[in-house]
């Protein structure tokens, strides 16, 4: 089992940045594959990004791209979410899901596909 806990949200301005991190019990972080969703207000969870065990590969949300960077340390059990140039519409609480039976690009889209959740982190962009 893997326990997930996220930190790193606040307020910010636009245009601002923020850097979310989700650490991860266990010795075994380096065989799953991870990925960043949000839930904003009276909406559904949404991809935000992904990467993969190694790190290799990463997977962005279009509305995303170019703005935030997802990166992994397998060494300290950690996974990233770098996030420049932020939006008013980033608005939401992030989280960071753990998941081991991907087998192809797409699944990271899917938070169904993901096995474990941290509980969440809030981040705020005023305009």
């Known amino acids: 089992q893997v326990q997930l806990v996220e930190s790193g949200g606040g307020l910010v301005q636009a245009g601002g940045s923020l850097r979310l991190s989700c650490a991860a019990s266990?010795?075994?972080?380096?065989?799953?594959?991870m990925g960043w969703f949000r839930r904003a207000p009276g909406k559904e969870r949404e991809f935000v990004a992904g990467?993969?065990?190694?790190?290799?590969?990463?997977y962005y949300a279009d509305s995303v791209k170019g703005r935030f960077t997802i990166s992994r340390d397998n060494a300290k059990n950690t996974v990233y979410l770098q996030m420049n140039n932020l939006k008013p519409e980033d608005t939401a609480v992030y989280y960071c899901?753990?998941?081991?039976?991907?087998?192809?690009?797409?699944?990271?889209?899917?938070?169904?596909?993901?096995?474990?959740w941290g509980q969440g982190t809030q981040v705020t962009v005023s305009s």
């Open positions: 990467i993969s065990r190694s790190g290799a590969n990463t």
């Open positions: 266990g010795r075994t972080f380096s065989s799953y594959a």
């Open positions: 899901g753990a998941g081991n039976t991907f087998y192809s690009g797409s699944y990271y889209y899917t938070d169904r596909n993901y096995d474990y």
